[in-house]
């Protein structure tokens, strides 16, 4: 496959215990706090009342529709990834966090001391002595079973590997994120994060971040413990600018009656997965059924299976049949490019050639729920002018059957993954224009 600047798909493989390993680097300079298997804290961010009823005031007045929006930067191409910035620790210390709803743990590269570690934004993390203890329910739902070995009792150590072959080893603590919501009250509220002390990073793949967003299904995604905590609803979404940008939220920030919605599928409980779809090309049925596709912000492009998108390709060669395209062998973006006969500036300059893409879901039997990807949210514009597919083969990079739709396809649509009710919802919007407050939805 040929090399390109953005990731590629961020879709969590593998994630397990090594407390053998971990051990030698972390149990032995951190001792377990006397609070690390207490429940998680809500401290307001001025002096906070010691009682009860003060604590079940805040827990009721949030539980009624509170919401975070963090303001997204970063772009499909050239950056390669869209990245936000979180307040955490003590005192709060400013990182910037890659989005990946296709994983769950939130890390960041940390100085535990660190064995390896890619350069940063930031200095690295010093994390708190507050260790999660290896049997905590957080832990147990890091790893792929109930029996795996705990040498170190007071701590949860954990490796993440990446579809990109990116990987991290670390150990769970819990530490204080400084969250703003919606109706201007700031908290500081302390969940569980990564100290990622031993990384292996592909130079491809590489990203200037200091940590990952995991805003996955999973009990430990920062969601999922926001939710826990009676914060916010267990709902994440997301809205990626093609120019740049864009935003993310946590809990009520839209109007479900402007969306389109189809059921989360029953048979990946993992990742924001839909139920099978039919693809459609240029409004024409193509064949290609039983699609079970995975809404991936950590990959940057779209993946298809070697059928989708062998289907695709002979689509796209029949389409650009004397059009004044070219294959542009020489441009290494990505593996497929086209050249004309001046270099492109923008993608509205070529888009008259292609035709919109779409999946076809059908709900429950009933009615069909269309996600469409016209040809923006399927090309991009290289740096030499060409137009060049945005989707990609999945084989090429062992990903199997696997199809992931990545940034490029769910640019300029505001898409919700309501985990309560398992829903997958989405509808154009103006990702540039990010809400204020809980009055203004999308």
Request: neutral net charge; aromatic residues 12%; charged residues 15%.
């Amino acid at each position: 496959m040929k090399s390109s600047s953005a990731k590629l798909g961020f879709l969590v493989l593998l994630l397990f215990l090594s407390s053998s390993v971990c051990a030698a680097w972390f149990g032995n300079k951190h001792k377990t706090s006397p609070n690390a298997n207490a429940r998680n804290s809500i401290l307001p961010h001025e002096a906070s009342s010691s009682s009860s009823s003060s604590s079940s005031t805040f827990l009721n007045r949030f539980r009624s529709g509170s919401s975070i929006v963090f303001p997204v930067y970063g772009n499909v191409y050239p950056v390669g990834f869209y990245n936000v910035t979180l307040n955490i620790g003590t005192p709060p210390r400013p990182y910037f966090l890659d989005i990946d709803t296709g994983s769950d743990l939130t890390w960041l590269q940390c100085d535990a001391p660190c064995s390896r570690c890619t350069q940063t934004p930031h200095p690295l993390y010093r994390p708190s002595n507050d260790l999660v203890a290896c049997r905590h329910p957080l832990c147990v739902s890091l790893h792929q079973n109930d029996n795996y070995d705990c040498e170190s009792p007071h701590q949860c150590d954990y490796e993440v590997e990446y579809a990109d072959h990116y990987s991290s080893l670390g150990v769970l603590v819990n530490d204080v994120y400084v969250l703003n919501f919606t109706n201007g009250v700031q908290l500081k509220v302390r969940m569980a994060l990564g100290c990622g002390y031993d990384q292996i990073f592909p130079d491809s793949s590489y990203n200037p971040v200091d940590g990952m967003l995991g805003l996955g299904r999973g009990r430990s995604s920062l969601i999922s413990q926001l939710n826990s905590q009676g914060l916010v609803r267990n709902v994440v979404g997301h809205c990626l600018s093609a120019q740049g940008g864009g935003y993310i939220f946590f809990g009520d920030v839209y109007d479900s009656s402007r969306l389109t919605w189809t059921p989360m599928s029953s048979r990946d409980y993992k990742h924001y997965s839909a139920g099978a779809a039919e693809l459609i090309f240029g409004g024409k049925r193509t064949g290609v059924g039983n699609f079970h596709a995975i809404f991936d912000t950590g990959s940057s492009y779209t993946y298809f299976n070697s059928h989708a998108y062998q289907a695709l390709i002979s689509w796209l060669k029949k389409e650009l049949a004397g059009k004044p395209l070219k294959e542009a062998p020489d441009d290494q973006t990505v593996p497929l490019c086209w050249h004309g006969k001046r270099p492109f500036r923008s993608i509205y300059e070529v888009r008259k050639y292609f035709k919109p893409i779409a999946l076809s879901f059908t709900n429950s039997g009933r009615s069909k729920a269309q996600f469409e990807i016209p040809p923006e949210a399927y090309l991009i514009i290289s740096n030499m002018g060409n137009v060049c597919l945005g989707i990609l083969d999945g084989s090429e990079v062992g990903m199997d059957d696997i199809n992931l739709i990545g940034d490029i396809s769910m640019l300029d649509k505001v898409m919700v993954f309501d985990n309560e009710k398992q829903l997958i919802g989405w509808a154009p919007a103006d990702c540039n224009r990010v809400p204020k407050s809980r009055d203004v939805s999308i």
